[in-house]
Protein backbone atom coordinates (compact mmCIF):
# COMPACT_ATOMS: atom_id res chain seq x y z
CA UNK A 1 0.00 0.00 0.00
CA UNK A 2 1.72 3.37 -0.97
CA UNK A 3 1.00 6.25 1.23
CA UNK A 4 0.85 9.73 -0.99
CA UNK A 5 2.72 12.62 0.33
CA UNK A 6 -0.38 14.73 0.22
CA UNK A 7 -2.39 11.89 2.05
CA UNK A 8 0.09 12.38 4.98
CA UNK A 9 0.61 16.02 5.53
CA UNK A 10 -3.31 15.68 5.65
CA UNK A 11 -3.72 12.94 7.91
CA UNK A 12 -1.06 14.51 10.22
CA UNK A 13 -2.69 17.59 10.51
CA UNK A 14 -6.24 16.46 10.68
CA UNK A 15 -6.31 13.36 12.55
CA UNK A 16 -5.43 12.08 16.25
CA UNK A 17 -6.82 8.83 15.80
CA UNK A 18 -6.67 6.04 12.85
CA UNK A 19 -8.16 2.97 13.34
CA UNK A 20 -7.34 0.30 10.76
CA UNK A 21 -10.31 -2.50 11.19
CA UNK A 22 -9.58 -5.87 10.37
CA UNK A 23 -12.32 -9.16 11.31
CA UNK A 24 -9.50 -10.82 13.12
CA UNK A 25 -7.94 -7.72 15.05
CA UNK A 26 -8.57 -4.06 15.72
CA UNK A 27 -4.98 -1.52 15.04
CA UNK A 28 -5.09 1.98 16.06
CA UNK A 29 -2.78 4.99 15.05
CA UNK A 30 -2.68 7.36 18.02
CA UNK A 31 -1.14 10.71 16.77
CA UNK A 32 -0.20 12.42 19.88
CA UNK A 33 2.56 10.02 20.95
CA UNK A 34 2.83 8.66 17.29
CA UNK A 35 2.33 4.89 18.37
CA UNK A 36 0.67 2.29 16.64
CA UNK A 37 -1.52 0.15 18.76
CA UNK A 38 -2.46 -3.53 18.56
CA UNK A 39 -5.38 -5.64 19.71
CA UNK A 40 -5.58 -9.26 19.22
CA UNK A 41 -7.81 -11.54 20.75
CA UNK A 42 -5.71 -14.68 19.38
CA UNK A 43 -3.30 -14.71 22.02
CA UNK A 44 -1.13 -12.45 19.19
CA UNK A 45 -1.56 -14.50 16.22
CA UNK A 46 -2.38 -11.91 13.59
CA UNK A 47 0.35 -9.29 15.15
CA UNK A 48 3.28 -10.63 13.04
CA UNK A 49 0.43 -9.65 9.77
CA UNK A 50 -0.32 -6.60 11.21
CA UNK A 51 3.29 -5.53 11.92
CA UNK A 52 4.83 -4.65 8.06
CA UNK A 53 1.97 -2.56 7.43
CA UNK A 54 2.34 -0.52 9.97
CA UNK A 55 6.27 -0.16 10.25
CA UNK A 56 5.16 0.93 6.60
CA UNK A 57 2.75 3.41 7.79
CA UNK A 58 4.97 4.87 11.05
CA UNK A 59 8.24 5.17 8.37
CA UNK A 60 6.10 7.01 5.56
CA UNK A 61 4.93 8.91 8.53
CA UNK A 62 8.94 9.80 9.87
CA UNK A 63 8.14 7.73 13.29
CA UNK A 64 9.85 5.29 14.59
CA UNK A 65 9.45 1.40 13.79
CA UNK A 66 9.52 0.80 17.16
CA UNK A 67 6.32 2.95 18.00
CA UNK A 68 4.22 -0.12 17.60
CA UNK A 69 2.96 -1.88 20.41
CA UNK A 70 0.90 -5.09 21.11
CA UNK A 71 -1.83 -4.34 23.97
CA UNK A 72 -3.13 -6.16 26.65
CA UNK A 73 -6.29 -7.93 25.11
CA UNK A 74 -8.88 -10.12 26.24
CA UNK A 75 -8.54 -13.21 24.86
CA UNK A 76 -11.21 -15.58 22.95
CA UNK A 77 -11.77 -19.32 23.87
CA UNK A 78 -12.30 -20.35 19.90
CA UNK A 79 -11.90 -19.47 16.46
CA UNK A 80 -15.35 -18.26 15.54
CA UNK A 81 -15.00 -14.42 17.40
CA UNK A 82 -12.63 -12.49 16.74
CA UNK A 83 -14.75 -10.15 14.37
CA UNK A 84 -17.16 -10.15 17.86
CA UNK A 85 -14.15 -8.76 19.98
CA UNK A 86 -13.19 -6.41 17.85
CA UNK A 87 -16.41 -5.26 17.78
CA UNK A 88 -16.80 -5.28 21.84
CA UNK A 89 -13.26 -3.21 22.06
CA UNK A 90 -14.29 -0.79 20.22
CA UNK A 91 -17.39 -0.53 21.70
CA UNK A 92 -15.39 -0.33 24.82
CA UNK A 93 -13.09 2.18 24.10
CA UNK A 94 -15.81 4.74 22.89
CA UNK A 95 -17.71 4.10 26.12
CA UNK A 96 -14.31 5.21 27.42
CA UNK A 97 -13.81 8.17 26.20
CA UNK A 98 -17.45 9.20 26.50
CA UNK A 99 -17.00 9.17 30.11
CA UNK A 100 -13.39 10.76 30.34
CA UNK A 101 -12.25 12.49 27.68
CA UNK A 102 -9.49 14.37 29.15
CA UNK A 103 -7.98 10.93 31.04
CA UNK A 104 -8.60 8.63 27.53
CA UNK A 105 -5.75 5.98 27.18
CA UNK A 106 -5.67 3.48 24.20
CA UNK A 107 -4.39 1.32 27.04
CA UNK A 108 -6.30 -1.58 28.67
CA UNK A 109 -5.71 -2.71 32.11
CA UNK A 110 -6.48 -6.50 32.67
CA UNK A 111 -9.78 -5.69 34.51
CA UNK A 112 -11.17 -3.76 31.12
CA UNK A 113 -10.00 -6.51 29.29
CA UNK A 114 -12.32 -8.78 31.32
CA UNK A 115 -14.70 -5.94 31.12
CA UNK A 116 -14.98 -6.52 27.35
CA UNK A 117 -14.89 -9.80 27.75
CA UNK A 118 -17.68 -10.41 29.85
CA UNK A 119 -19.62 -8.33 27.04
CA UNK A 120 -18.82 -10.98 24.22
CA UNK A 121 -22.41 -13.41 25.15
CA UNK A 122 -24.59 -10.04 24.57
CA UNK A 123 -22.83 -8.88 21.87
CA UNK A 124 -22.89 -12.03 20.16
CA UNK A 125 -27.00 -11.71 20.79
CA UNK A 126 -27.37 -8.46 19.66
CA UNK A 127 -25.46 -9.22 16.49
CA UNK A 128 -27.74 -12.28 16.36
CA UNK A 129 -30.72 -9.72 16.53
CA UNK A 130 -29.65 -7.30 14.28
CA UNK A 131 -29.46 -10.04 11.46
CA UNK A 132 -32.61 -11.67 12.17
Do not use: W
Not at 4 to 13: D, H, P, T
Not at 89 to 117: D, G, W
Amino acid sequence: MEISNEAKEGFIKKTDVLVLLDPTYLGVYEHSNRMFHHYDSLAGFNFEFFRPFCEQVLVKLGVSKNNLKSEVTPQQKNGNDCGVYVIAIIKFMVEKYRNSPSNFSLQLNKQEAKSIHDSIPEIRKELGRRLI
